[in-house]
């Protein structure tokens, strides 16, 4: 879920096309209709945050991607607590144990869709999923991922980079 506007009224849209673009500077890209409000609030302030959902928040997530913030406050139907972020004027959800802040540095429009490309300029994690290491073990988190029109859970290890090149 990404949350856009400024902090006093922020929006949450629900986006399937979002993900890692560079990872030195990081930076996110996501990719919104022009005709959603959020493409509107997103191009006004330059800055966005994405908030990864759990399965427990499935729900909610699909309602913030079927009404529009231009006729409910997706906040205050859902019962999610916004809280202010660290690097941006928007609001983060709570609910998320992982949220990502972004500076947008470049518009492209598609056709379809716009995509931002954003530098990550702040990062929020539930320390619930850290290790023993301090690392970020995001198995713990129990996130959801949408792909085919349908909404998955997501955690079970299948690989690590290069491992199909080890013996």
Same mark, same amino acid.
């Given at each position: 879920?990404?949350?856009?506007?400024?902090?006093?009224?922020?929006?949450?849209?629900?986006?399937?096309?979002?993900?890692?673009?560079?990872?030195?500077?990081?930076?996110?890209?996501?990719?919104?209709?022009?005709?959603?409000?959020?493409?509107?609030?997103?191009?006004?302030?330059?800055?966005?945050?994405?908030?990864?959902?759990?399965?427990?928040?499935?729900?909610?997530?699909?309602?913030?991607?079927?009404?529009?913030?231009?006729?409910?406050?997706?906040?205050?139907?859902?019962? *999610?607590?916004? #809280?202010? $972020?660290?690097?941006? @004027?928007?609001? =983060?959800?709570? /609910?998320?144990?992982?949220?990502?802040?972004?500076?947008?540095?470049?518009?492209?429009?598609?056709?379809?869709?716009?995509?931002? *490309?954003?530098? #990550?300029? $702040?990062?929020?994690? @539930?320390?619930? =999923?850290?290790? /023993?290491?301090?690392?970020?073990?995001?198995?713990?988190?129990?996130?959801?991922?949408?792909?085919?029109?349908?909404?998955?859970? *997501?955690?079970?290890?299948?690989?690590?980079?290069?491992?199909?090149?080890?013996?």
């Amino acid at each position: 879920m990404v949350t856009c506007g400024p902090f006093q009224k922020p929006n949450i849209v629900t986006l399937a096309w979002a993900g890692t673009v560079s990872s030195d500077p990081p930076m996110i890209g996501i990719s919104i209709r022009p005709s959603r409000l959020s493409c509107d609030l997103v191009k006004q302030q330059l800055e966005f945050a994405v908030n990864l959902p759990t399965v427990d928040l499935v729900r909610v997530t699909d309602y913030c991607g079927t009404v529009s913030g231009r006729k409910v406050d997706k906040f205050a139907a859902t019962g *999610l607590t916004a #809280v202010r $972020a660290q690097a941006i @004027d928007t609001a =983060l959800i709570d /609910e998320c144990p992982v949220n990502i802040e972004c500076k947008v540095t470049q518009i492209v429009p598609l056709g379809s869709h716009d995509l931002f *490309l954003a530098k #990550v300029v $702040a990062v929020q994690v @539930d320390e619930t =999923l850290l290790n /023993e290491q301090g690392d970020l073990d995001l198995s713990r988190a129990e996130l959801v991922a949408y792909s085919g029109a349908r909404y998955w859970s *997501l955690g079970r290890l299948l690989g690590t980079h290069g491992f199909s090149s080890k013996s």
